[in-house]
């Protein structure tokens, strides 16, 4: 499964958190505003937490729920649903990532952009890949080589880097010329990376 994290329910049961209605699924996720993924073969779908199926097993894959909302995919589309497992955002995206702060990483004929939780394009999908927003900045990449964007979509660090993690209070690090450095928001060198 891709993105969520799916717990066997034997796992549940040692934490002491477990039901009876645990057994019915192969796999049962944490509870994430209110409802848990729950998988059974190659079907997923999600129960509250009494068990009660809320979202039938109709899904090739699903996410947790992150604010308000799971990227769920069928039939080799992503989309996303909300609590009550209605289809919020129509299955047309290749990828999909969940939403963080307002926005979620998206993709559309190998392109990459982000979205709010209308659908809207809020940074065009016009990059090779992207990672989620941390610290006000995303590094996405773009001909092969990444670079980071601030929510505007406008870019703030150049791409020149063979690869690009997220800002953790104030650096990231990043591959520049076969080698590991620090950067700060900038995109100035602040140390060699360990």
Known sequence: MK?????????LVLSGSAQSW???????????????????GEKHGFVDKDGKLVVPLIYDEAMTFSEGMAAVKQNGKWGFIDSTGKLVIPLKYSDAMSFHEGIAIVAKDGNYGYIDKTD???????YDNAS????????????GMWGYIDS?????IPFKFGFAGSFEEGTAKVLKESKWIIIDKTGKKVSDAE
């Open 3 to 11: 993105y969520a994290i799916l717990l066997p329910a034997v796992m």
């Open 22 to 40: 645990t057994k019915d699924y192969d796999h049962v996720d944490n509870c994430v505003c209110g409802l848990s993924v729950v998988g059974k």
């Open 120 to 126: 809207k394009a809020v940074i065009p999908l016009v």
């Open 132 to 143: 989620k927003f941390s610290e006000g900045l995303a590094a996405v990449n773009k001909n």
């Open 152 to 156: 505007n979509g406008k870019e703030v």
